[in-house]
């Protein structure tokens, strides 16, 4: 099920099961998932975007791997805060998703996430070559840390 406010999400996560974050782009998918406390999110793997039916495969793999009980997509919202046609795509990833999963889905705003990444990786003087394989499931980490800080609060 896909839930628009982040406190319907929260309320519907099973106990003591780990997140997985996603940071869809148009060529990879970047995934990290997290502890069962929900306490440190981790970047896991950089998934090459073919077609939705292998992605999925390969997302849904993770899911029931790692015991996953919620997905948090990140929404690349315009910096004005309003929703574009990256929006709109994340959206109907989601609905595609929802369809092959019970697990419950949420959004968590992903503004400058893969800026936040970037800078981390530039910091711990990562090659040029290794930001570039690792930069999207490092933006994952990002989107799904600020989801789980939130979830302490609610």
């Given amino acids: 099920m896909i839930h ?3 406190e319907d999400f929260a309320t519907a996560l ?3 099961t780990a997140l997985m974050g996603l940071d869809l782009g148009e060529k990879t998918i ?4 997290s502890d069962r406390m929900r306490g440190v999110a981790s970047p896991l793997e950089t998934v090459r975007r073919k077609k939705f039916t292998l992605d999925s495969t390969r997302l849904l793999e993770i899911i029931a791997n790692r015991e996953i009980g919620g997905v948090i997509l990140g929404l690349p919202k315009n910096m004005d805060g309003t ?13 595609n998703l929802s369809r092959l999963t019970e697990v419950s889905i949420g959004y968590w705003d ?3 996430s893969t800026v936040a990444a ?4 530039l910091e711990a003087d990562t090659t040029r070559k290794r930001r570039g394989e690792v930069i999207d499931h490092v933006a994952a980490g990002y989107i799904l840390q600020g989801a789980l800080d939130r ?3 609610l």
């Fill in 30 to 33: 970047g995934v990290a998932v």
């Fill in 4 to 6: 628009d406010a982040f």
């Fill in 118 to 121: 970037e800078k981390a990786l």
């Fill in 14 to 16: 099973p106990p003591m």
């Fill in 151 to 153: 979830l302490r609060f």
């Fill in 110 to 112: 992903e503004r400058l």
């Fill in 83 to 95: 929703e574009g046609p990256r929006c709109q795509s994340t959206r109907a990833f989601a609905r």
